[in-house]
C-alpha cells in the first residue's frame, strides 16, 4: 500500500525532472486479493487509505487475486493488465523450519504452533517471529509478521525457558499486546490506530513520523533523521536517486 502510494507521487514528480516524460501517461494499479486494503486495520481507516490512493491516481483492485504474472501482462483470471513494471509486495515466504520439523506448514509455509508457542507435538521445540504462524484464542488468522510480535515472543519464550531451568512451572500461553498500529500512505496521508482510537489524514501521517522518529535509538539519530525529513518535506525531494546512465 505504501509502495503504490509512493509510485504514483513518483509518477508525478519525476515530470519535473524529466521534461521528456508525459507524467500524466503513468498508470498505477494495485491489486489486492483480499476484500479490502489494509484489511488489519478498522474498516473505516481502510476506506480512507483506499480514498487517499485513489486520490493520488491510483487505480484500486480489491478482491481478485493474481494468477499469472508473464512479461508485459499480469492477469487475475480471464482479465489481463498489460504493465511494464510490476512490484510484488504480497507478503514473504517463511523459512522452511516446517519442513525441517516434519510438520504440515500453514499458509505461506508458516510453522503452526500451540497457545504457548510450541510445535505441536514437540514441546521441547518452539518458533517463534515469522516462521510462526500463532493463532490467538478465538482469532481467525494468525498474527501478521511484525517485529513488535517478533519481539514479544521472544521474551515469552525466553522467560518460560528461564523458569524451566529453574524447575518452575513454564508458565501460562503467548499473548500479544499490541500498541496499536500504523500505516503511511504518502506525504500528508497515514492511518494510526491505537486501541479506541483513530487517525487518519495528516495528524495520522504526523503521528507516524514522530512514532518513528521517537523509537530511533539516540539523540543524534533522532535529530539526523528529523532534520532530513524536515528539509525533504519543505523541498520535495527524495533522498535517494538512482542515476543509471540510460537515456530518457
Ligand atoms: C521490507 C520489510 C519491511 C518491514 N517493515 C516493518 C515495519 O515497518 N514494522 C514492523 O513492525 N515490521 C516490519 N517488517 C517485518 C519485520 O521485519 C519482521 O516481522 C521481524 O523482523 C521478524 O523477526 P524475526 O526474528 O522473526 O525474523 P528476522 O528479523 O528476519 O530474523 C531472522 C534472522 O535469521 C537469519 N536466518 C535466516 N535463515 C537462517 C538460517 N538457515 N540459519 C541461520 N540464520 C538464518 C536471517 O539472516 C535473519 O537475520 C518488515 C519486513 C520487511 C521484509
Avoid: C
Wanted: charged residues 20%; proline residues 6%.
Amino acid at each position: 500500500m505504501e509502495l503504490a502510494g509512493a509510485i504514483a507521487e513518483l509518477a508525478r514528480s519525476v515530470a519535473r525532472d524529466f521534461r521528456h516524460i508525459d507524467a500524466t501517461s503513468a498508470r498505477v494499479v494495485l491489486v489486492e486479493a483480499g476484500p479490502r486494503v489494509l484489511s488489519t486495520f478498522h474498516p473505516k481507516l481502510s476506506e480512507r487509505a483506499r480514498r487517499d490512493l485513489e486520490e493520488l491516481g491510483v487505480e484500486v483492485r480489491t478482491g481478485g487475486r493474481v494468477t499469472e504474472i508473464a512479461p508485459g501482462v499480469a492477469r487475475i483470471g480471464e482479465e489481463r493488465i498489460a504493465a511494464g513494471t510490476m512490484i510484488w509486495a504480497a507478503g514473504v515466504q517463511a523459512s522452511p523450519a516446517a519442513r525441517w520439523l516434519g510438520v504440515e506448514a500453514g499458509r505461506g509455509g508458516h510453522v503452526p504452533v500451540g497457545p504457548d508457542l510450541t510445535v505441536p507435538g514437540h514441546p521441547e521445540i518452539y518458533a517463534i517471529g515469522d516462521t510462526a504462524a500463532h493463532v490467538p484464542d478465538g482469532a481467525e488468522r494468525p498474527l501478521p509478521g511484525v517485529a513488535p510480535v517478533a519481539k514479544q515472543m521472544g521474551a515469552h519464550v525466553g522467560r518460560r525457558i528461564a523458569r524451566a531451568a529453574r524447575g518452575k512451572p513454564e508458565g501460562g500461553p503467548f499473548r500479544f499486546r499490541g500498541r496499536g498500529a500504523m500505516a503511511t500512505i504518502g506525504r500528508n496521508r497515514a492511518i494510526a490506530q491505537m486501541g479506541r482510537l483513530r487517525v487518519r489524514g495528516f495528524p495520522g501521517w504526523m503521528l507516524w513520523g514522530l512514532a518513528h522518529v521517537y523509537f530511533l535509538i539516540g539523540f543524534r539519530n533522532r535529530l539526523a533523521v528529523l532534520m532530513n525529513w524536515t528539509w525533504a518535506y519543505a523541498t520535495w525531494q527524495r533522498g535517494v536517486r538512482l542515476i543509471t546512465g540510460a537515456q530518457i
